[in-house]
């Protein structure tokens, strides 16, 4: 065995000028409102556990009070920020889509694109395959495919209710830190799902039966403040009566 | 005097006012340190980019509770680094996996040099299995003094223990590589030579 320690290298250009930028950024800025986690470790704990949670349902409606307003304002994200819209993938780009997305995820099987939406923070592609689901950033300025997170199981059972769902937390450390959740709702129910975290909420995208939103926060999201609120999930059948909520255990 | 000649105390108090570009400086000094040790300890050029960022963020997050009292950061961040990838090891690498970028999704790397950092990570891996048969406390001490070159007495003051200890520390994990590392004597008969 080689036992001597490989030479020291230099971080790559790319990445350094990218760390940088987002140092002097985050020092020159005003102190962040402290909402969120014992930081690093509970927000990576609910990428560890936060995988696979199922809605509660509660029947027909339980006296909560009609769908919320779309997207408080608040302090961070702002309500702009926090927009969620669908993207419609022309019908020629989608295996291309989907290739970049099962390749860059590094996993097998054959995927279908279920949904894509944007926000403040870029472009995320929901692929599911029967037992794995993926949550695929694409579409960058390089026209790069890389996976948000990659959930063995997916929608897989337990789905005797009506809704289900996929939530995860990302603090990714280019840009923002954000807060996703994905699921499936039935769609001869649900009409709408929101997607609630302290004092935002918004408007999940909703196709098929599927559902995806995501709630992008400040950059160093996860490394400052206390403890992280719990996201809720909440869906509404087409009169806007609540029909089942659900929120990450961890 | 201009900002580049400042140390790093001077340094890290103008951040502490509010002053990014020298945080950023700050990062130029000791990132590169910052990103081998990483690297040193968890085996992955990849997790060493992502771990680099969040030491120096961290760092940034506990300013209003550190104060210099040298003048070179790095004993500390060095430190700071460890202490990062022994908490959040476990988790981060699950976390790591699946935030990591796609690597040279900007800038290509040249094949030459992806293939050199692999070549890192293989040896690097191998090394941390030995080097992860060691206590805690000489891991660490290894780590700071004879892989990142911080002196023993900068390492005792970071480490909050005496220079002697830290001394002693690198001697017993130095010893103890040495029996790890050190192939075993194979007999090299065939069947016919042998009695």
Not at chain 1, 129 to 140: Q, R, T, V, W, Y
Not at chain 2, 177 to 185: A, F, K, N, S
Request: glycine fraction near 8%.
């Amino acid at each position: 065995m080689n036992t001597t320690l490989p030479p020291a290298r230099d971080l790559p250009p790319h990445r350094h000028a990218r760390i940088r930028a987002t140092l002097v950024r985050a020092a020159s800025e005003p102190p962040p409102r402290r909402w969120v986690a014992p930081a690093l470790s509970m927000a990576t704990a609910i990428v560890a556990l936060g995988l696979v949670m199922w809605f509660v349902p509660l029947g027909g409606g339980d006296g909560r009070a009609a769908g919320p307003a779309t997207t408080s304002a608040a302090a961070s994200p702002t309500a702009d920020e926090s927009i969620v819209r669908q993207v419609r993938v022309p019908t020629e780009d989608v295996p291309e889509l989907v290739h970049g997305c099962v390749d860059s995820a590094k996993v097998e099987g054959t995927f279908e694109l279920k949904l894509a939406f944007a926000d403040a923070a870029g472009r995320l592609a929901v692929l599911y395959s029967g037992d794995k689901l993926i949550a695929c950033e694409f579409g960058g300025p390089a026209g790069e495919y890389r996976p948000a997170f990659t959930v063995l199981g997916g929608f897989q059972p337990p789905i005797s209710a009506d809704l289900n769902l996929v939530s995860t937390v990302e603090g990714s450390p280019e840009h923002a830190g954000y807060q996703v959740v994905i699921g499936r709702v039935d769609p001869a129910t649900t009409a709408r799902v929101t997607l609630t975290q302290k004092d935002v909420t918004i408007d999940a995208v909703l196709v098929g039966g599927v559902y995806a939103a995501r709630i992008v926060r400040p950059l160093d999201w996860w490394l400052t403040g206390d403890s992280p609120p719990p996201a809720v999930v909440d869906a509404y059948n087409a009169e806007g009566d609540l029909v089942g909520s659900a929120s990450p255990h961890y | 005097m201009t900002i580049e000649n400042r140390t790093d105390r001077e340094l890290w108090d103008d951040a502490r006012g509010g002053d990014g570009g020298a945080f950023g400086l700050l990062f130029d000094r000791h990132g590169r340190a910052v990103y081998n040790h990483c690297f040193r300890l968890v085996g992955s050029w990849g997790a060493a980019e992502d771990l680099t960022q969040a030491v120096f963020l961290l760092a940034w997050r506990k300013r209003a509770r550190v104060r210099m009292t040298s003048d070179s950061a790095l004993p500390w961040l060095l430190s700071v680094a460890t202490n990062v990838v022994r908490t959040h090891h476990r988790s981060m690498t699950r976390w790591l996996r699946i935030a990591r970028r796609l690597p040279g999704e900007d800038v290509p790397d040249h094949a030459e040099e992806v293939v050199g950092r692999i070549d890192d990570e293989r040896r690097m891996v191998e090394l941390l299995a030995a080097v992860r048969e060691l206590p805690r406390n000489q891991q660490e001490a290894l780590g700071l003094c004879v892989w990142s070159g911080v002196s023993y007495a900068e390492a005792a003051a970071v480490l909050g223990i005496a220079e002697v200890s830290v001394r002693a520390r690198v001697s017993k994990a130095r010893a103890r590589l040495r029996d790890l590392l050190t192939p075993p004597i194979v007999a090299l008969t065939t069947s016919e030579e042998a009695p």
